[in-house]
Structure formats: structure tokens, C-alpha cells
């Protein structure tokens, strides 16, 4: 088992136990070359390792994503999440107990975690690794320029956006009760916040974004989006603006949410799935009970942005497309 360094306890409960992370997301899809292209352009650092692409923000060593090929549409793979030695064995100890059957990992992707399946089939995993979730809320950039100075340099001279971290991902499931219920019970995820029965947000018990798992209700379980940390508003009308200049028109943003807090854009992928440029979700602290609360939908969505376009809750892992 690898040893990682590092442990925090949890909250002020001595007993409370939970993942700290999630680690990763997996995706597998047709043809990998498009992938690489897509989230190449939307500013990660992305290179061929091992049997897959790995999904890097630059300047970070921490795959916060893969893409494997050989799937005739779009699928999510499976999720992975993160916790400390110290907790793996009263994990496993925890779900073995709730009756989740414990399973060998997929081809290409032995390690030294957990796998289990959830109640609607979707692969997880549960590793040890490092705490690769926010300790604290990411900083954000509010710049202006002071009189005399021009704020904004020219189009051509602006950087590359480059996201910071991986925030979060969303996937669609059949039953948000349960789905709560299974994610609250196997892996210590706690409520943020709902919406009726429409969607739910997840956070960690060690600190984290206000939510490191989403979920939507859908006729199926699939992948809607993963979300990716930007510094500033700005960073968020210059990525939408390159993914434009690449191809890349369709999504939904610019807005703010109202259950996060986080500015947004969405880009459509090659697949009919999202990557979001997101800034100043939310944080919630290790020591901080979160009063979750169930907003009604007409007031929770997003605070302010363009209409939602039709084609954003379409899952097409779940055959709607
Ligand atoms: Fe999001």
C-alpha cells in the first residue's frame, strides 16, 4: 500500500470517515486524437502515458483525467476517488459492510485501490493518494487598472488560459435519492445542496470545493461534465473565446450559478458531454457544517447568463441524443 503523508482528521467528529478527494475521472471514446485536440485547445497539459491520455493542468504533476479508446460512443469509464492510508481499511471495512461487492480493476488500470460498483452499474474506485482538493478557497483574480494604464493588452498578446486544477464533475443518474444516499454512506460525501429531485452537490469532508461530485437526474447514468478551475472571469471569457476561435461554438455561458457560486462557461465536446471553465466556486471548509438546504429549481439554476440552450441536459451515454 503506498504510504502518503499528510493526514488531516476530518472535521471536528473523531469518527466521521470519507474519501478526501476525487482523483480523477475516466472516459473512454472512439478516438482518442479527437480528445487530445479538444482538451488541448481548452488549455490542459495533455500527453499519451501508458494505455491512455492523461489530462494535466500545467504546472500540476496530478493526472486529474484520462481518456482511454476503443468505445463505439462516447462512456464514462469510471471515477476515482482519493483518500489517506490511514482511512482505506475502514473504507473497504464500511462498504463491504453496506453489501457493495467488492471487484477486481479493469484491464490497464490495476492499482492499489478499491473497486466497487454503484447502484446503477457506473465503476468506481477508491485510492490512496495525495489530497489533491482544495485546502482552502482558490484565489481568485479582481484586477483593475490603476488611471493612466491600459487594462486590457491586445488579443494576440493575452496568454494561454491554462485551468488550475479540476473542480468537479457532474454525472447523470436515474434516482438523485439514492444516488445520495449510496455516494453519503460508501464514500463519505456529504449534501451541500439540492434541487427537488432534479440535482444534488456533493462535498468532501476533508475540504473541499462546495461540490467535488454533481448530479443530475436522467433516463441513465453517464458523464455531463467535468469543470476546471480558472483564476479570474476573464480567463473564463478568453478560454470560451479560443475554444470559439478552435471550433468549438457551442455551450452554454457566460453566467453564474447560483448552488456553487461559480462563474461559468460550458464548451460543448466533441462527444455532446461539457467542460466547464469555472471561478470562485464555493469552498467549504473541513470545520464547517454546511447547511444544506433544498432550493427550488426555478431560483437555483443560475443566478444570471444566456438561456439554458436545449441540447445541455441531453445525455447521450443514456441513448436521448
Ligand atoms: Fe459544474
Not at 482518442?32 to 481548452?42: D, I, L, S, T
Not at 462512456?75 to 467488492?102: M, P, Q, T, W
Not at 477486481?104 to 488500470?109: N, S, T
Request: net charge negative; with cysteine; glycine share 10%.
Amino acid at each position: 500500500m503506498t504510504a502518503i503523508r499528510g493526514y488531516v482528521a476530518p472535521t471536528t467528529e473523531s469518527d466521521a470517515l470519507g474519501v478526501h478527494s476525487l482523483d480523477r475521472f475516466v472516459l473512454a471514446v472512439p478516438d482518442a486524437h479527437v480528445a487530445q485536440e479538444f482538451y488541448g485547445n481548452f488549455g490542459l497539459d495533455v500527453r499519451t502515458e501508458g494505455n491512455a491520455l492523461a489530462i494535466k493542468t500545467f504546472g500540476h504533476e496530478h493526472r486529474w483525467g484520462s481518456v482511454v479508446e476503443g468505445a463505439k460512443t462516447k462512456a464514462l469509464h469510471h471515477l476515482s476517488f482519493g483518500c489517506y492510508a490511514e482511512d482505506i481499511a475502514r473504507l473497504k471495512a464500511r462498504i463491504e459492510g453496506n453489501g457493495v461487492k467488492l471487484i477486481d480493476p479493469p484491464p490497464g488500470f490495476e492499482s492499489n485501490g478499491i473497486w466497487f460498483r454503484n447502484h446503477e452499474n457506473v465503476l468506481i474506485e477508491i485510492k490512496v493518494g495525495p489530497k489533491v482538493s482544495p485546502d482552502g478557497k482558490s484565489a481568485s483574480q479582481w484586477t483593475s487598472a490603476p488611471p493612466g494604464t491600459a487594462g486590457a493588452a491586445t488579443r494576440q498578446n493575452w496568454p494561454p488560459v491554462r485551468p488550475r486544477r479540476l473542480s468537479h464533475v457532474l454525472t447523470f443518474t436515474r434516482d438523485i435519492d439514492v444516488s445520495i444516499q449510496f455516494y453519503e454512506r460508501n464514500l463519505g460525501l456529504r449534501l451541500s445542496d439540492r434541487s427537488a429531485d432534479l440535482v444534488a452537490f456533493m462535498h468532501g469532508i476533508h475540504g473541499s470545493d462546495h461540490h467535488m461530485l454533481a448530479l443530475v437526474k436522467s433516463s441513465a447514468p453517464g458523464f455531463h461534465h467535468c469543470s476546471w478551475d480558472v483564476v479570474s472571469i476573464n480567463d473564463i471569457g478568453l478560454g470560451a473565446m479560443r475554444m470559439a476561435d478552435k471550433g468549438w461554438t457551442k455551450g452554454w455561458g457566460l453566467g453564474r450559478h447560483v448552488l456553487g457560486s461559480n462563474y461559468f462557461h460550458y464548451v460543448r465536446d466533441p462527444w455532446g458531454s461539457f467542460s466547464e471553465y469555472s471561478c470562485d466556486i464555493d469552498y467549504i471548509p473541513k470545520e464547517e457544517c454546511w447547511p444544506a438546504a433544498d432550493h427550488k429549481p426555478e431560483d437555483s439554476f443560475y443566478l444570471w447568463g444566456p438561456d439554458v440552450p436545449p441540447e445541455f441536459t441531453i445525455n447521450y451515454e443514456g441513448g436521448e441524443g
